[in-house]
């Protein structure tokens, strides 16, 4: 079965930099979420999206934008690098519907980000 | 918003020993799900369980609704199940449908 993909696996940046990571949910998920987890950490969520609209936010930063494009495919963008983003992004997806959440999360591998 | 509160923090079994994993939450949940995260990092989906009783091979899972609580067990543990066990879940209402999660039980098993 098809699972969530996550772009790139490891990415290393350094301080002041910008970087973009991309997901693709699984077919027919009409829902994707962020999440950011620290070492040591439990994951935190960022932020999701229904049918390409912005459905939720949580502690993200103002340095970090994301959108969800017609392909379903989203992208968290991510700028002026700082030590402390240095984590694990997970990308996650489902079939909710807006709001719903009583379906589950299908995470991707994750993508490991470092900042030097 | 929601709380979630996992018991213990750590464990430490040998080869071959059973165990049983607390997941604790504040509120009524729409979803509750436990997780895998290997020594990659990658989270492994264990179980989908907002209530009921599960079995998947060696795992099965229990939420009761009603009390607030989750248990996952874990039977005749092997060296790969070694990693952290996070549960995780979503709340009513304000809080969508993103998923908070415990701190998770980290399990080492030994051979």
Redesign the interface.
Known sequence: AAGVIQSPRHLIKEKRETATLKCYPIPRHD?V?W?QQGPG?????LI?FYEKMQ??K?SIPDRFSAQQFSDYHSELNMSSLELGDSA?Y?C?S?A?GF?????????G??T?LSIL | GIQVEQSPPDLILQEGANSTLRCNFSDSVNNLQWFHQNPWGQLINLFYIPSGTKQNGRLSATTVATERYSLLYISSSQTTDSGVYFCAVVGPGASGSRLTFGEGTQLTVNP
């Not at chain 1, 950490?41 to 969520?45: K, L, Y």
């Not at chain 1, 709001?99 to 995470?107: I, N, T």
């Open positions: 829902t979420y999440y950490q439990d994951p935190q969520f999701s459905s939720d949580g694990l997970f996650a489902s909710n709001g719903g959440g009583d379906q589950p999360q299908h995470f591998d994750g490991r």
